[in-house]
């Protein structure tokens, strides 16, 4: 290879490489009042830099003798699942969805649903009233 194409190259590899750290850089935007509503309860406390660093919602929420950990990070793009019976340390469930694109809450006439838009899992809806429901339309790309 020549010194130039080896170049081109090399700026072709810096490139990609800039790419990437602006993908990482990328931060979903999160309604915390929404979630608080959608919830019923404020997020988990935190300390300060906890919350700048990984600007993660920690919600809880017990319903029927069931308590869900729902963790929303700004930061990376993710959204956390937890789900365990109250007083067990050992989770019935645990959900990753990496790469969220969009977080809101819709409402229907019987309940509101947290929706989440991944681009690798593709959309994952929860609602927390009358009961915990987790609809997932199961489809993963790389």
Known sequence: MTSRSS??????????GRDVRQQSLVMIEVNEVALIEFFGVAPEPQSQDEREFFAA???????????LRVSISAHFCDLRFDLRRVGQDVAVLNL???RVRSVGIERSASRQWLRAASTTHGVVELTVEPSIE???DGSISA
């Open 7 to 16: 170049r081109r190259a090399a700026d072709g590899a810096r490139l990609s």
């Open 134 to 136: 987790i609809k997932y």
């Open 96 to 98: 990753v969805v990496p």
């Open 57 to 67: 919602l920690l919600f809880i929420k017990r319903v029927d003798g069931l308590e």
